[in-house]
């Protein structure tokens, strides 16, 4: 039977919130050579991983989206590429080499180590069940950030281990949660860290230098050290005089840059969104002192979902997260990070942030060149501000990765419902656009004539070469890297029409499209 006069019947089955786990995205990567833990056959690395052949097609798809989006379709923005190791005064001019640290935490039974603004306590008070009395505060249950829900759990555990019977905790005093960075040492004191038995096992906050530390040159002293990026803007702000002498900007604008950042994390975690190698695509867009900021702040978080958007990540998984004024860096006006409702919860994807001058005073300051802007309209000089919508690229890819994974059934070739993994990528964002089969490898009219096919749309998109197994077996593992369209040349297209079916990857509908209109 011809492949076109196939029924597919497809149930749309969605995927459900317990189906798409970070375990299912780590063995769907893994498996069809998205992404592999780095240094896999030593055991991997914690915080590194490689992009495989998949993967880095579907990362360079995502940085030309970006680049399309905020640099060839603005005239006010332009690019730039700075190095990875720059002068060590630049990190000591923006502060990191100082201050750039993390809070961290270490159980002294388990031998964890945690980031201290991570972990969150809630008090523990338990209410006998009988006569309604309440013990007062007896202890502290502590949780990672992305695990807030457990807190009832791990009150549980606490009662256990304190032998109280006839009671139960005090739901209401359980959601006054903070930060373990907040805590007294009598807090501390009761507090029962995440993975431990007993209270008081973590230890007091200490800053934890994140930047790696490297040496440039033939000796291997204080004078030789350099550092690794810890992000890409300082590159951006270290250029900003060049590129306003040798371009006709003007303020406002914005430089642009893609490129791999460095920290040196505590606890990384979470499959690619917290790793200590990651991808940035950073703006800083330079704007007047007396520019309304807060309109152009608004203005660019649209501008940013709405590319998200263009993407294939649905608006109603994006959401706003606005820094009170209290969380602030010292320098911040505003700050708005965009989150995604990941697996492991709703985080941060983008922060936006609107960073006033510190950084080019800074500079200025320590290199002792001049920054200022001359404003021909109003003949004025200034130390622009900024506007820095900072995205991560990694963080991107899972969101992509979460948002495409779907879980339906659809009907083989003999009419039986089957379950099938169908990644629905934008088409722009899939690995492959269009993979081509011929429904028989060991007739060479067929292999000829999709091999003609194929190296047609070559010319065009990135297209996939398949032969191997049963037709329905190969829309399979299609469907599953998220190809959107297949093509098969069948004997109709020989001998009839010179037709080829194509079938679509989320409907499964199929239809008969002559070659010549494969690129239309």
Not at 310 to 327: A, N, T
Request: net charge negative; glycine share 6%.
């Amino acid at each position: 039977m011809p492949i076109a006069s196939c029924t597919f019947l497809i149930a749309l089955i969605m995927s459900e919130s317990t189906k798409t786990t970070l375990e299912n995205l780590v063995t769907l990567c893994k498996r069809r050579g998205i992404i592999f833990p780095s240094s896999d056959i030593y055991g991997g690395y914690a915080g590194f991983f490689d992009y495989g052949p998949l993967g880095v097609e579907i990362k360079n798809n995502v940085k030309q989206a970006w680049w399309k989006h905020f640099v060839h379709r603005r005239d006010d923005i332009v690019g730039l590429d700075s190095s990875i190791i720059m002068h060590p005064n630049i990190w000591k001019a923006s502060g990191h080499v100082d201050g750039f640290s993390d809070p961290m935490v270490d159980c002294k039974e388990s031998k964890f180590r945690y980031r201290a603004d991570q972990l969150f306590m809630a008090p523990v008070s338990f209410i006998d069940q009988e006569s309604g009395e309440e013990s007062g505060v007896v202890a502290y249950a502590c949780v990672l950030e992305d695990k807030m829900e457990e807190l009832p759990k791990r009150a549980s555990q606490i009662r256990k281990a304190l032998g109280k019977k006839g009671v139960k905790a005090n739901e209401e005093l359980l959601k006054q949660t903070k930060e373990y960075t907040e805590a007294t040492a009598e807090e501390r004191a009761l507090t029962w860290g995440p993975d431990a038995t007993a209270a008081g096992t973590l230890t007091e906050p200490r800053e934890f230098k994140l930047m790696f530390e490297t040496h440039v040159g033939a000796l291997h002293d204080e004078s030789s050290v350099a550092y690794l990026r810890p992000e890409t803007a300082q590159g951006i702000f270290a250029n900003y005089k060049n590129v306003l002498d040798t371009t006709r900007v003007k303020v406002p604008f914005g430089i642009a840059q893609i490129g791999k950042a460095f920290r040196n994390e505590i606890t990384p975690r979470n499959f690619v969104f917290r790793c200590r190698e990651f991808e940035q695509m950073e703006i800083e867009y330079f704007i007047s002192p007396d520019a309304d900021w807060k309109t152009m702040h608004r203005e660019w978080i649209d501008y940013c979902i709405n590319w998200y958007e263009s993407i294939g990540l649905p608006r109603d998984m994006i959401g706003e997260d606005v820094h009170p004024d209290e969380k602030l860096a010292h320098y911040a006006k505003a700050c708005t990070d965009l989150t995604f409702d990941f697996p492991h919860g709703k985080q941060e994807l983008e922060g936006i942030a609107v960073r006033g001058n510190f950084d080019l005073t800074q500079h200025q300051e320590h290199s002792k060149k001049n920054l200022e802007y001359f404003d021909e309209a109003t003949k004025e000089k200034y130390v622009p501000h900024v506007i820095e919508p900072s995205f991560g690229l990694d963080r991107a890819v899972l969101a992509l990765l979460t948002a495409a994974y779907c879980v339906d059934e659809v009907a083989n070739d003999k009419g039986k419902m089957e379950e099938r993994v169908v990644m629905r990528f934008d088409p722009k964002i899939a690995p492959y656009k269009v993979a081509v089969f011929p429904l028989l490898k060991n007739k060479e009219v067929l292999v000829g004539k999709a091999r003609e096919v194929y190296e047609q749309l070559q010319n065009r998109w990135s297209v996939f070469w398949d032969v191997a197994g049963a037709i329905g077996r190969r829309y399979r593992r299609q469907d599953e890297i998220g190809t959107p369209y297949c093509v098969t040349v069948d004997f109709d297209t020989i001998e009839k029409d010179d037709c080829v079916t194509v079938r679509d990857r989320d409907t499964t509908k199929q239809e008969r499209v002559p070659v010549a209109e494969l690129e239309a």
